[in-house]
């Protein structure tokens, strides 16, 4: 069958056309997607503004105009961080749904890392061992892992690379004491939780998802994404180390020219390394694989998995 999934997220609204039935791999046939910068359109009063509220509401009634030409069955629709976070996230959420009829529901942080876990799992498959699982999006970090499908240790943390360069630096590149303060926060954050996740025994794997995870990989060499989603790519910690103090270094516009780096995300990649840094530091890992499949795949999984037999039969069958 022919699904959608619609993910409004902290930077990007993407709508993902997928062929997809139980046994198989969801496979991509369309996306659709805006920077819509949601976090960005927040007020002093946690609150997202007027014109956020209007940008969401227009892409996603596009959005689901282009869902039925293409064929699709079944939307999936959620929010996360930027909405889940906002005053008024269920107000905007209501609105939208009044006046398009897009059920859109708000995942919560616990959800998110268990739904990218699951991705994750299915992905690299039942012989990669006890996983550990981290995903820096814009507004939240997400950390799993866990032996089954379903993680032992789920947690999200509001560090997120658009919430962190929004809220922490003042200037374009940031001071020095900034991103020291930054760097003491966020390994303070991320060191209070490590006991929860190591207790249950060190991963065999540790992988990594997301769009800052994949651009940092992208600086220190791996594979451009033109080379296929088969091609095996990985972040060290000693890239991390030698790229983090370059990054804090350069503005916005400069880190644009680096290999991979989009100029959307350009702004908030320092962030993303101090996290991604403070991460592998603390759970002491010399490096991650950095995995394609992430949330999305993880909402088509779920409910593939949930779906009655005869509606999620695959072509041929009967």
Known sequence: MRLGVLDVGSNTVHLLVVDAHRGARPWPAFSHKAELRLADHLDKQNRISERGVESLR??????????????????????????????NGGETLNRIRSETAADIRVLSGRDESRLTFLAVRRWLGWSSGRLLVLDIGGGSLEIAGGIDENPDVAISLPLGASRLTRDWFTADPPPRDEVRALRKYVRAE??????????FGQPDRAVATSKTFRQLARLAGAAPSSEGAHVQRTLSRGDLAEWAPKLAKMSAAERTKLPGVSSIRAGQLLAGAVVAEAALDLFDLDSVEICPWALREGIILRRLDVMPAESAEGPGES
């Open 58 to 87: 227009a892409f996603v009634a596009d959005a689901l105009r282009i869902a039925e030409d293409m064929g699709v069955e079944e939307v999936l629709a959620f929010a996360t961080s930027a909405v889940r976070d906002a005053d």
């Open 190 to 199: 991320i060191g209070r939780r490590v006991g929860d996740v190591v207790r």
